[in-house]
């Protein structure tokens, strides 16, 4: 499959390149003088380059260039120059046989971040010469999309499919995607959704989404690399105040609305009280943002409570979520900047998702907890409290070389309860296992006065029981990050070297059945306990640390741009593992001691281990307005602490079936990726991007199961990780940008790729292990559970802001947007079942009952079929009017516009979503039971078969069973 796309694009690229060869054309030149804007001196040895080619020329001692036989077209035009603004001058037109005269004036600017770039011109429609593959979104269009939050935005992108679980880059899991803020990861290490904070988009100024050719300075990110950079206070004041809600007036009955309501705001400007005080200037930006919804489910708690939270002002809906950012710049003087900020979110709700261990489900499905939907007040609620601070430093010592320093503390803490209970009651009094049970009146079965049984409960938590989960873990990570950066060679060489370094304090207290060994009151004197500690548990607290050292060298010559460079990474498991490695007590199996002491390098008695990660990227012009770049890259991600640090202390054991052992000299999960593609400026507003991406993963984490003597010398079975698994994934992908005049802009993008490996979690090898054996094994290559073939995404953004010049004439017609989005995506992947037969009938023994399924045993059938194909268009029109300096925008917001019902969760029988269209009528039930389209599986109540033995959830109820149907927004917003 490689060699073939390799073949595919060299061919491609040939079929460019060939005809320009065997045809003589006739060219045009550019010429021009560059001088200094403050003096008019000319400047002597400034850079001139045609992006997207070869061609270049250097200023002669009269500041002149002269650019000879460039074929007729438009380009884009960069001058560069140490202590000189770079400047970018598009839409430059060359004509055949004629000479396009281009003088430019350069003013100094002392060098603050290797990129800026003052564009003269329609800004590109996108960076020819790039040589990773990212998106980058503006403020702008990411005002004009339906979105609120970052995972929303980045959903929007190539290459991403966004879904109820989760976002998944190029075939990657959820949590391999890194998440930069202002230059801060803000993953949550430990709940493996990969965003830790919630941030509105109102406090976006811009988001790059990095899909192939990471940089060498993001680490611990095997996918790619969502990257947000925040707004700052300008020289002016500047704000918004906005509210949008779905249910205004007397729609609250309509079945878009899912009481949604979000206020945003902001703020920026200058710090008046310190002007004068204080050599340069200082400006300051704050937005907040407050989004509450019941959901498309509509089904709540009568009060959504956490024990984190003091009090339930915070949760007033289903789904809360308010984040807030503040954040002061000091521009001291040219080239020297003083940055700091706090962020901070948080979100109550509960679903499941805000808990999703490195994709460790089986399946991927949406976290509403469907059991206790009758009975939401006893479910889990998951709190997520987190916020990030940083102080950052940005200096130009020369004109050719400037550093960073940045200091940051990121901290996030996740508390699930049963809605806001203790941990655990102080007296086991009452049944605490929710169960669904027969309630009054009971039903017989057969109906009528003599009987045999009495039909079950609704398959719903229905007996006062609750949640049995009970967590809290927090992460906090100190961050010391520096660069410097030089430029050499006039502007034609920049040298990168940085220096990362993290300090980690993890804590995780993972309970299940809590109340498990609480006191049992026998009577006013007598009271029985155990030492257990739930069902199961896992708490540990540790002190890690990881770093890297890394290094770029970027180099142009003639066109060509190549990017080498590599990260060395280190880690420190902390002495939590190195104190139980040396304590002969620890249940760590003796091998695993050897080799973690012979792996590891010793600094300053603690052990820590490294690796060399090089990355390669490289870009260069076959022909005008054409370039091929290729992709190299070495990336790692370090396992999921708790498969390293559970179970670990002698005299804190889970002694439940198969507890988790943490395996101390567990390697990163690594990923080989390569990709190879062409970009080309067909014209100033028509781009085109070929991609051909492919990686594989190596050293996945699996599970095994080992024999342990713990501190009381009792022999017992523990689930242990390994390094064993690996994936690959293979893909093309197809790009088209299209800018019509001022007002019309839009892209197309389609992408197909194959996500395959030996297993999709680390639990696949563990129900192998559980069932004896008799499972799926994991050393078949089959598709992972949550690749989807096809992703086509478009989108189109209209805009006309004529005053005095209003579409077709029509005075209504003007000062409006309006944005159209639509997607088509394979559906959810799943393991078919096949038929095995009838059950027998309860009365008659006869098997003649409801069909058998079972799930197909043969290997390579695992996850080998996707579900129905998702659509969906979403929509936006946005119009305002303008007083003096403040404007009023008015905003239509509809999701899912045709209101498609898209599955999320499919009936692995027949291939589809569980139906909703059964009868009440029971005669017409029964008449539906040859009808293989209803058919179910085991685990599913079937409402076509009253049947006394049959105690399951009825899933076709489950209003999680669709993504959210339409959903229309209406919005008010001050802009000034």
Known sequence: MRRTLLWLLILTAAGWILPAAVHAQ???????????????????????????????????????????????????????????????????????????????????????????????????????????????????????????????????????????????????????????????????????????????????????????????EFGNATSGVVSVETQSGGESFSGNFAHKRDNPGRMTGASSNFFTDIYDFSLGGPVPFLDGVLPGSISFFMAGQMNITNEFMRQTADQVESSLISNTMWSPRQDNRYSGLFKLTYRIKPGMRLEAAYNRSLVVNQNTRMLQIIGDDVQIRPGYQFFFEQSLDNANTYANDSNMAYVKWTHAVSNATFY????????????????????????????????????????????????????????FANNGGIASLWHDHFAEEITLRSTVTSFLADNNHRLRVGLEMKFKNYQWIDISRPWVGAPIQIDDETETQTGRLGATSDIWNVRPARGALFVSDQIRYRGLIANI??????????????????????????????????????????????????????????RENMVMYFNYSHKSKLPHPTHVYAGLDPFYQDRSFLSNLGNPNLNPEMDISYEIGFRY??????????????????????????????????????????????????????????????????????????????????????????????????????????????????????????????????????????FLSGMYRSGIRYTPMVFRGN??????????????????????????????????????????????????????????????????????????????????????????????????????????????????????????????????????????
Request: charged share 25%; hydrophobic share 40%; aromatic share 12%.
């Open 26 to 216: 006739a060219t045009g030149n550019i010429t021009g003088v560059v001088t200094d804007r403050d003096d008019g001196e000319t400047l002597i040895g400034v850079n001139v380059i045609v992006r997207g080619t070869s061609f270049g020329d250097a200023t002669n001692l009269d500041g002149e260039f002269n650019i000879r036989n460039i074929r007729p077209g438009e380009y884009a035009l960069e001058f560069s120059y140490i202590g000189y603004e770079r400047i970018l001058i598009t839409g430059v037109r060359v004509v055949a046989g004629e000479t396009t005269t281009l003088d430019v004036e350069m003013g100094l600017q002392p060098l603050t971040a290797g990129d800026e770039v003052l564009v003269i011109g329609e800004r590109p429609i996108f960076d020819i010469e790039k040589s990773s593959t990212s998106t980058s979104l503006s403020r702008e269009q990411i005002a004009a999309a339906p979105v609120r939050r970052v995972d929303e935005v980045v959903g929007m992108t190539a290459g991403v499919v966004r879904d109820p679980s989760g976002l998944y880059i190029r075939g990657g899991r959820a949590n391999e995607t890194g998440f930069v803020i202002d230059g801060v990861s803000a993953q949550n290490p430990l709940a493996g959704t990969g965003f830790g904070l919630d941030l509105g988009a109102n406090a976006f100024q811009n988001v790059e989404v990095t899909t192939g050719g990471v940089d060498v």
């Open 681 to 818: 400026q067909l014209t100033a507003n028509d781009a085109l991007n070929v991609t051909a991406f492919w990686s594989d993963k190596y050293d996945f984490i699996t599970a095994e199961r080992v024999n342990i003597v713990d501190a009381a010398g009792r022999e017992s079975e523990r689930t242990f990780r390994v390094n064993g698994d690996f994936a690959r994934v293979r893909g093309l992908e197809l790009s088209y940008l299209k800018r019509y005049s001022h007002f019309l802009q839009g892209s197309l993008s389609v992408t197909y790729s194959r996500a395959e490996g030996l297993s999709s979690t680390s639990n696949d090898a563990l129900s192998n292990i559980i069932s004896g054996g008799q499972d799926f094994g994991n050393n078949i290559e089959t598709p992972l559970a949550w690749d989807r073939p096809w992703d086509i995404k478009g989108n189109i953004i209209f805009t006309w802001d004529r005053p005095n010049d209003p579409l077709f004439g029509l005075a209504p017609l003007n000062q409006f947007r309006l």
């Open 404 to 459: 960073d320093v940045q200091l940051s503390r990121f901290f996030t803490r996740l508390r699930a309860d049963a809605n806001g209970r203790n941990w655990r009651p102080e007296f086991v009094d009452g049944e605490f296992d929710a169960a669904s049970i027969i309630t009054f009146p009971i039903t017989p079965f057969p109906a009528g006065d003599q009987f045999t049984y009495a039909l079950p409960g609704d398959g």
């Open 565 to 622: 460079g590599a990260r060395l990474e280190y880690w420190f498991p902390g002495s939590y593992v190195d104190n139980f490695v040396d304590d002969p007590l620890s249940p760590i199996p003796n091998v695993v001691r050897e080799a973690y002491m012979n792996e590891t390098y010793s600094f300053f008695g603690r052990r820590f281990k490294m690796r060399l990660l090089p990355r390669i990227n490289v870009s260069f012009p076959v």
């Open 839 to 976: 059950e027998r009938n309860p009365v008659t023994g006869v098997e003649d009952w409801r069909p058998i399924y079972e799930r197909d045993p043969d290997p390579n059938r695992r996850f080998s079929e996707t579900g129905e194909s998702w659509v969906m268009f979403d929509l936006t029109f946005e119009r305002w009017i303008n007083i003096g300096s403040t404007r009023i925008r008015g905003t239509l917001e509809i999701t899912n516009l045709f209101n498609a019902k898209n599955a999320a969760i499919i009936n692995p029988v027949t291939g589809r979503a569980y139906r909703t269209d059964y009868p009440t009528d029971p005669q017409a039930l029964i008449a539906l039971r040859d009808d293989r389209r209803f058919d179910v599986p085991a685990n599913v109540r079937d409402p076509r078969y009253v049947d006394p033995r049959d105690n399951n959830s009825p899933a076709y109820l489950n209003p999680a069973n669709f993504l959210e149907q339409r959903h229309i927004m209406f919005g008010l917003a001050i802009n000034f």
